[in-house]
């Protein structure tokens, strides 16, 4: 028995949330409410993004004040916090959307292909 299409893409989330659940706990990333939302939300993972740029952005300002343009911009990418990181989750999050395009369940079809 071959897998189908779908199935594939929801081994593909199941596999992506499940490591990246395990990197987050591995980073203590729970140690306030705001750090636990990325657990929970699709589209938190571009304030994700913000959120850990604009922090780098203000490490690097704290550690060279006369950091400016695409210096600081490339210091902040490349800071302690990943900066795009967050974008994984919401890869994920619209992996698992495009898993349920058309799916039969869910347009009354008694035909379901998990």
């Known amino acids: 028995m071959r897998p189908s299409l779908?199935?594939?893409?929801?081994a593909l989330v199941f596999f992506g949330i499940v490591g990246?659940?395990?990197e987050?706990?591995?980073?203590?990333h729970a140690e306030s409410f705001s750090q636990l939302i990325p657990h929970f939300c699709l589209l938190i993972g571009l304030l994700g993004v913000y959120l850990h740029y604009r922090g780098n952005?203000?490490?690097?300002?704290?550690?060279?004040?006369?950091l400016?343009?695409?210096?600081?911009?490339?210091?902040?990418l490349?800071?302690?916090?990943p900066a795009l990181a967050p974008g994984a989750l919401a890869q994920l999050g619209l992996l698992g959307l495009v898993y349920t395009y058309r799916h039969p369940a869910?347009?009354?079809?008694s035909a379901v292909d998990t």
């Open 106 to 109: 869910l347009n009354g079809s």
């Open 68 to 76: 400016s343009g695409l210096k600081l911009m490339w210091k902040a």
């Open 6 to 10: 779908r199935q594939l893409i929801l």
């Open 20 to 22: 990246l659940e395990i």
């Open 24 to 28: 987050l706990a591995l980073l203590r």
């Open 57 to 66: 952005v203000e490490f690097a300002l704290e550690r060279y004040p006369t």
């Open 78 to 81: 490349r800071g302690a916090t």
